[in-house]
């Protein structure tokens, strides 16, 4: 079918962007084609809405506020945030041959943080490193904790229909703050350690003097 062609609006939109040369023109390029997408029929009817709504009833800075939001959106489409996939397992005694991380408690989504290599997800295909678990066996775990996830994922009897969104970038950022977690508790293990240590070292001193 062919691509709908762009609104007014988007070309509104890409004018400013492009106005306002922030942005680089292969950026622009991608976010014109996801525009032209049925992909973001959604973004630009939220955006229209948008539009309309401030336009009747708003003040400067809430429309431009609510144009930035909605500039956002369809950014966010074009850096590769896709739809979400069904993923059918079939569930066996070697395990899924992936692993999860994040959860509530994390203040985090739920990501397949690695596919094993030569497990049976990486033989069966469809699942990504990065993708989002959206629900399990028709349970969302949006929101959930990492116990939930991993509950339902063992419940799970014969196979297991996952629904998942591939968004990589969300769990580099995710990663990334974990990493400055660890690192701070190891710097923070090791002050404590040479703390003891000069502690140590004092009291034997204050014994050979006594």
Do not use: W
């Given at each position: 079918?062919?691509?709908?062609?762009?609104?007014?609006?988007?070309i509104e939109?890409?004018?400013?962007?492009?106005?306002?040369?922030?942005?680089?023109?292969?950026?622009?390029?991608?976010?014109?084609?996801v525009l032209?997408s049925e992909?973001?029929?959604?973004?630009?009817e939220?955006?229209?809405?948008?539009?309309?709504?401030?336009?009747?009833n708003?003040?400067?800075?809430?429309?431009?506020?609510?144009?930035?939001?909605?500039?956002?959106?369809?950014?966010?489409?074009?850096e590769?945030?896709s739809?979400p996939?069904?993923?059918?397992?079939?569930?066996?005694?070697?395990?899924?041959?992936?692993?999860?991380?994040?959860g509530?408690?994390q203040?985090s989504?739920?990501?397949?943080?690695?596919?094993?290599?030569?497990g049976?997800?990486?033989?069966h295909?469809g699942?990504?490193r990065g993708?989002q678990?959206?629900?399990?066996?028709?349970?969302?775990v949006?929101?959930?904790?990492?116990?939930?996830a991993v509950?339902?994922?063992?419940?799970?009897?014969d196979?297991v229909?996952?629904?998942?969104r591939?968004?990589?970038k969300?769990?580099?950022e995710?990663?990334?703050?974990?990493?400055?977690?660890?690192?701070a508790?190891?710097?923070?293990?090791?002050?404590?350690?040479?703390?003891?240590?000069?502690q140590q070292n004092?009291?034997t001193?204050?014994?050979h003097?006594s």
């Amino acid at each position: 079918s062919a691509s709908p062609s762009l609104s007014p609006l988007s070309i509104e939109l890409l004018e400013k962007l492009q106005e306002s040369g922030d942005v680089p023109g292969h950026k622009l390029q991608s976010l014109k084609l996801v525009l032209q997408s049925e992909f973001c029929t959604a973004i630009r009817e939220v955006y229209q809405y948008m539009h309309e709504t401030i336009t009747v009833n708003g003040c400067p800075e809430y429309q431009a506020r609510a144009t930035a939001k909605a500039t956002v959106a369809a950014f966010a489409a074009s850096e590769g945030h896709s739809h979400p996939r069904v993923v059918e397992l079939p569930k066996t005694e070697e395990g899924l041959g992936f692993n999860v991380m994040g959860g509530k408690e994390q203040n985090s989504p739920i990501y397949i943080s690695r596919i094993i290599p030569g497990g049976l997800a990486e033989r069966h295909g469809g699942l990504k490193r990065g993708d989002q678990l959206l629900s399990v066996n028709g349970v969302s775990v949006e929101g959930e904790h990492h116990e939930k996830a991993v509950e339902l994922l063992k419940a799970a009897k014969d196979s297991v229909k996952l629904v998942v969104r591939y968004t990589p970038k969300v769990l580099e950022e995710m990663e990334a703050r974990f990493e400055k977690l660890r690192t701070a508790r190891r710097r923070q293990q090791q002050q404590l350690l040479m703390q003891a240590q000069q502690q140590q070292n004092l009291t034997t001193q204050q014994n050979h003097m006594s």
